[in-house]
């Protein structure tokens, strides 16, 4: 079987983190398979894999073809080949649309075969994810057939990407450094996040790691004017590979993090966290917060569960809506409680591996669907 994923970089690393994630599990799964990435900004995936070579068309990595979704002549050439054979399963990620080379062989040339397209959605634990997932959904064109996949935090969706590296809950390092992966926030937002960890944090055994990203230059200027009252030390860190990187955030004793892929391993992997979420218009990002709050609170003790949804909403609302003061008791209480709210973490991951694998499940499916 050959499938396509389609990936548009839309969010620094996150997009392609995800796409990366999944073929490399569908691959673990299915060897046999043949895999195609089309991806629109290779020097963003150079930056989780310096495998890549973004000046290339095609290139073959760890066993995968990536293509360049840029590249009109090139791929509409290598898939429309063989009577457009290579194009049988599509994942669309994210509602990333479709190349225009692409659009050219589903809907204007001579398709003889049916080809099915998958739209996998964001990551939400809002409660539309069960409603929409295997939903059928029409396109320009009967023989070219569309349905929704909905990743999820419950049984009636597709779960979460469980590869090798997040398939059990890992005893967590108690005194590992603390990671910092977050949006800005205006002006000296982070100032009351540091100087939280500054009453945390009673030794210098303890870093507090900034990724790169959105967010690193607005934590090292709250940093840089408060250093000389600060105790403990502020590592900037260079780009990491995925496994890299997920082996650094297994290592941590807790986490500040944003976006979908660091958020969902986040989810897996029982160490607290905070999850700063995109930001959006209307403060949309507040209902994605509370939702995914709602899933996590029977996994705690109510008066536990209130600790970390006081500084997960706070981290969510704008700064001119939260007082620095107020945001940096929050952290400072979530931080002084973690050890004790652990239990609630470990529940929920379980809860999690319980689901089973979203690979898995997405390739089940693919063999359901390609066998009508």
Same mark, same amino acid.
């Given at each position: 079987?050959?499938?396509?994923?389609?990936?548009?970089?839309?969010?620094?690393?996150?997009?392609?983190?995800?796409?990366?994630?999944?073929?490399?599990?569908?691959?673990?799964?299915?060897?046999?398979?043949?895999?195609n990435?089309?991806?629109?900004?290779?020097?963003?995936?150079?930056?989780?894999?310096?495998?890549?070579?973004?000046?290339?068309?095609?290139?073959?990595v760890?066993?995968?073809?990536?293509?360049?979704?840029?590249?009109?002549?090139?791929?509409?050439?290598?898939?429309?080949?063989?009577?457009?054979?290579?194009?049988?399963?599509?994942?669309?990620?994210?509602?990333?649309?479709?190349?225009?080379?692409?659009?050219?062989?589903?809907?204007?040339?001579?398709?003889?075969?049916?080809?099915?397209?998958?739209?996998?959605?964001?990551?939400?634990?809002?409660?539309?994810?069960?409603?929409?997932?295997?939903?059928?959904?029409?396109?320009?064109?009967?023989?070219?057939?569309?349905?929704?996949?909905?990743?999820?935090?419950?049984?009636?969706?597709?779960g979460?990407?469980?590869?090798?590296?997040?398939?059990?809950?890992?005893? &967590?390092?108690?005194?590992?450094d !603390?990671? *910092?992966?977050?949006?800005?926030?205006?002006? =000296?937002?982070?100032?009351? #996040?540091? $100087?939280?960890?500054?009453?945390?944090?009673?030794?210098?055994?303890?870093?507090?790691?900034?990724?790169?990203?959105?967010?690193?230059?607005?934590?090292?200027?709250?940093?840089?004017?408060?250093?000389?009252?600060?105790?403990?030390?502020?590592?900037?860190?260079?780009?990491?590979?995925q496994?890299?990187?997920?082996?650094?955030?297994?290592?941590?004793?807790?986490?500040?993090?944003?976006?979908?892929?660091?958020?969902? &391993?986040?989810?897996?992997?029982? !160490?607290? *966290?905070?999850?700063?979420?995109?930001?959006? =218009?209307?403060?949309?990002? #507040?209902v $994605?917060?509370?939702?995914?709050?709602?899933?996590?609170?029977?996994?705690?003790?109510?008066?536990d569960?209130?600790?970390?949804?006081?500084?997960?909403?706070?981290?969510?609302?704008?700064?001119?809506?939260?007082?620095?003061?107020?945001?940096?008791?929050?952290?400072?209480?979530?931080?002084?409680?973690?050890?004790?709210?652990?239990?609630?973490?470990?529940?929920?991951?379980?809860?999690?591996?319980?689901?089973?694998?979203?690979?898995?499940n997405?390739?089940?499916?693919?063999?359901?669907?390609?066998?009508?």
């Amino acid at each position: 079987m050959e499938i396509t994923l389609l990936c548009k970089v839309v969010d620094n690393f996150g997009d392609v983190g995800v796409a990366y994630r999944l073929i490399s599990r569908l691959h673990k799964l299915n060897p046999d398979n043949k895999l195609n990435l089309i991806i629109d900004d290779l020097y963003s995936f150079q930056k989780i894999n310096n495998k890549i070579n973004p000046a290339k068309s095609f290139q073959q990595v760890d066993s995968l073809n990536i293509y360049n979704w840029n590249e009109y002549n090139f791929c509409y050439s290598a898939f429309s080949g063989e009577k457009n054979q290579h194009l049988q399963i599509i994942l669309e990620l994210f509602q990333c649309g479709r190349p225009d080379w692409m659009e050219k062989i589903l809907f204007e040339d001579n398709l003889d075969h049916v080809v099915n397209i998958i739209m996998v959605d964001y990551l939400t634990a809002e409660t539309y994810a069960e409603d929409f997932h295997k939903l059928q959904s029409l396109t320009r064109k009967a023989i070219v057939q569309k349905v929704n996949f909905m990743p999820g935090f419950t049984d009636k969706t597709g779960g979460l990407i469980i590869d090798d590296n997040w398939n059990q809950i890992a005893t &967590r390092n108690s005194q590992g450094d !603390i990671l *910092f992966f977050c949006y800005d926030r205006d002006g =000296s937002g982070w100032d009351p #996040l540091l $100087k939280a960890l500054n009453k945390y944090n009673q030794t210098l055994s303890k870093k507090l790691l900034v990724a790169q990203g959105k967010g690193h230059d607005s934590l090292i200027t709250s940093y840089n004017h408060l250093s000389d009252f600060l105790n403990y030390q502020v590592q900037s860190l260079d780009f990491l590979n995925q496994n890299q990187w997920d082996n650094m955030m297994k290592n941590c004793s807790f986490l500040f993090i944003r976006g979908e892929e660091t958020m969902s &391993r986040a989810c897996l992997s029982g !160490i607290p *966290f905070v999850w700063h979420a995109y930001p959006q =218009s209307d403060e949309y990002q #507040l209902v $994605k917060v509370k939702a995914l709050l709602d899933v996590m609170k029977n996994h705690f003790l109510p008066q536990d569960f209130s600790v970390v949804e006081k500084v997960w909403l706070m981290f969510n609302t704008p700064v001119s809506e939260v007082d620095d003061i107020s945001f940096e008791n929050a952290i400072y209480e979530f931080l002084v409680q973690q050890e004790k709210l652990v239990y609630g973490f470990n529940s929920f991951s379980k809860s999690l591996l319980n689901n089973g694998d979203m690979a898995k499940n997405l390739l089940d499916f693919i063999s359901e669907i390609a066998s009508k």
